[in-house]
């Protein structure tokens, strides 16, 4: 390991759209051929049916103008092959934090650490959550409360119903008050498991009551898997995603037309509930089921009716969930992105999959299809417009609202090969009436490449391409109908991640890279972006053939921008770091206690995870499934441990 030194710039490029304020320009990139932006882009509203029947018929026309010999898009929803449904429930939550004064800077500062959220006045959901008086997290199925001043754990809720098989998802939290939203998934059940059997499995909430020792206030079902949530002005809203209820047959003989008619055939005898998602909802003893209704359903103008999101909102100052109140589209989307007073839903458009050999997509089927929402007031969420947009998202850093606007970062193009055909841009989008519609774009971004990480900052926005070296490109945003590059960035390796510090400086973390684009492992960089003319890197700390999950899961970066102090997972444990003025330093690394794991033959050990960090007062908490550490930020020291396995 070496610790980080004053580098030149080669390799990679890291993009700077900013204010120009007089400073030197750069050649702007030249315009990208039309083929490679992809084509003009027609606003999608949203469409509601007139009557379940109404409904029927436009779900029924446009699943069989979509489906194809092995179901929707190659999406494995032949719920009878038990071998495409094997891997159960999907994730929880997708877990892709702004300039100083917005939500960056609330993971720091006097008092304690809060959850890295991309904006202000809209919480994620997390492993962990801390108000300053307590630290609650779920491992294995167990919601615990740890004081943090005496060091103990303080309260604990089962939330299985002793269930083993509910230990093994994934789950986070929104924490309100004396109010926990635990969010989580149901594990894989059989064929015949009326929640959990198919791809999409079930959505599972649970409303804790933390006051005194944590009870069960609640429940919440839903047949789907969750995309993500947002907290904000105490209404969570969370957003389901569910692949209609068609069991496609799957006969290994016959030709591929034979096949798709037979799967027209399902959807021609399927009924509207077959889109409609159930659910059910308890409090106490109380039990009530529920289906979404047909007058809470729209379509795009374009659809595949292959899945159905919905999204809920439930007040968190109450004592139950309720029926979630609920709001869908037909519509597909693996990305949320949330402001204090709006929620957005993105994803590519689906697609055909044709039974041509060596059929691959041009970039005129790539699209990214958006819904805007109003989440200003609290319950149902109101819809505002549609639109869409060449190319795919990295994630929902990759999307930002300001000024009335929309920008969207995303890549086009075919990046197999040599990936000369690939490009990226970034979109500027307005409002008018239902529709979200063009106002500007800079394309020809990283030729060749593809977007590894975005960032927004008010007018700026900063845009890393890598392929074989790291493009780092900063652009100036400012007039939205024309956007503008104003400097780049060349150097080795990437950053997947990037978080705005004080005094006009940039945090990438990433991984560096030989000249062949070869991954050499985990790096942080430091750089300067006061002249958008002119980025520049001061300093690197490089791990080789270390991994950071920072690098994915933007939650597992904590910075305090009070004492400079950085943590973030590398491999096994928590590395350290103090960025001072141009300089990056080590502090040291935390790690958990080895698992000893008993076998017929002889045990083993493992060194677990450690996934979190947050700061509470002038102590660190580390956070990995089998417990908590408490930390010296200055030194690394341990000061206390705390068990829950």
């Not at 109404?54 to 009878?80: C, I, K, M, N, Q």
């Not at 989580?184 to 059997?197: I, K, L, T, V």
């Not at 359903?297 to 009716?305: G, I």
């Not at 039974?355 to 819809?383: C, K, L, M, N």
Request: aromatic share 6%.
């Amino acid at each position: 390991m070496r610790r980080g030194t004053k580098l030149a710039a080669a390799g990679g490029t890291l993009v700077t759209l900013a204010l120009l304020a007089g400073s030197a320009a750069v050649p702007e990139p030249a315009p990208p051929a039309p083929w490679a932006v992809g084509p003009p882009m027609v606003p999608v509203g949203l469409v509601s049916f007139d009557s379940c029947a109404d409904a029927l018929s436009e779900l029924r026309a446009a699943a069989t103008a979509s489906v194809g010999p092995y179901g929707f898009g190659g999406e494995a929803v032949l719920l009878r092959d038990r071998a495409a449904t094997a891997g159960g429930a999907e994730s929880m939550a997708r877990t892709f934090a702004g300039a100083p004064g917005d939500a960056a800077a609330r993971t720091g500062g006097a008092g304690h650490s809060t959850t890295n959220n991309h904006e202000a006045g809209a919480d994620e959901p997390d492993l962990v959550k801390t108000d300053g008086r307590r630290i609650v997290t779920v491992t294995h199925g167990v919601l615990r409360v740890i004081e943090p001043v005496s060091r103990r754990v303080v309260g604990e809720l089962d939330l299985t119903g002793g269930q083993d098989e509910l230990r093994l998802p994934e789950h986070r939290l929104l924490l309100l008050g004396d109010r926990a939203l635990v969010l989580a998934a149901d594990a894989p059940g059989p064929a015949g498991n009326h929640w959990s059997a198919g791809p999409a499995g079930a959505t599972r909430l649970m409303l804790i009551g933390l006051a005194g020792q944590p009870r069960l206030l609640g429940t919440y079902r839903m047949r789907g898997s969750t995309v993500d949530a947002r907290l904000t002005d105490g209404t969570a809203r969370v957003v389901v995603r569910a692949t209609p209820r068609l069991e496609f047959p799957f006969e290994p003989a016959g030709s591929d037309p034979v096949r798709t008619e037979r799967n027209r055939r399902v959807i021609a005898r399927a009924d509207v509930e077959a889109w409609l998602p159930e659910y059910e909802w308890t409090a106490g003893a109380e039990r009530h089921t529920g289906r979404v209704g047909c007058d809470r359903l729209s379509r795009p103008k374009r659809m595949t009716a292959s899945s159905t999101l919905t999204v809920l909102s439930f007040d968190l100052t109450s004592d139950r969930l309720g029926d979630g109140d609920p709001v869908a589209v037909a519509a597909d989307a693996d990305t949320v992105y949330g402001t204090a007073t709006g929620l957005y839903l993105a994803g590519q458009r689906p697609m055909a999959m044709p039974a041509t050999p060596h059929w691959r997509p041009s970039s005129a089927d790539q699209v990214t299809e958006i819904y805007q929402f109003d989440t200003a007031a609290p319950g149902r969420p109101r819809f505002l417009a549609a639109g869409s947009v060449p190319g795919w998202l990295i994630n929902q850093y990759a999307l930002s609202e300001w000024a009335g606007h929309l920008r969207v970062a995303t890549t086009t193009g075919d990046l197999g090969g040599d990936g000369s055909a690939s490009e990226s841009a970034v979109h500027i989008l307005r409002r008018d009436g239902g529709a979200l519609v063009p106002t500007g774009v800079v394309g020809g971004l990283g030729r060749g490449e593809r977007i590894y990480s975005v960032r927004y900052l008010g007018p700026v926005a900063y845009v890393v391409t890598f392929r074989q070296t790291d493009p780092l490109y900063s652009l100036d945003l400012t007039d939205p109908a024309a956007p503008v590059v104003t400097g780049e960035l060349k150097i080795t390796g990437y950053s997947a991640y990037l978080h705005p510090l004080p005094d006009g400086r940039l945090l990438g973390v990433g991984q560096e890279a030989d000249g062949q684009g070869r991954a050499e492992g985990v790096q942080v960089s430091l750089f300067d972006v006061r002249d958008p003319a002119r980025p520049t890197r001061l300093d690197q700390w490089h791990l080789p053939n270390g991994w950071s999950a920072a690098e994915h899961d933007p939650h597992a970066f904590l910075y305090r921008p009070d004492t400079g102090l950085v943590a973030l997972p590398v491999d096994t444990g928590i590395r350290l770091l103090r960025v001072t003025g141009d300089t990056i330093s080590e502090i040291g690394a935390v790690t958990h206690p080895s698992v000893e794991h008993p076998t017929a033959r002889r045990p083993w050990m493992s060194s677990p995870a450690v996934r979190r960090s947050l700061v509470i007062g002038d102590v660190l908490w580390t956070v990995s499934d089998v417990g908590l550490r408490a930390s010296d930020p200055v030194t690394a020291r341990s000061l206390g441990w705390i068990t829950t396995t």
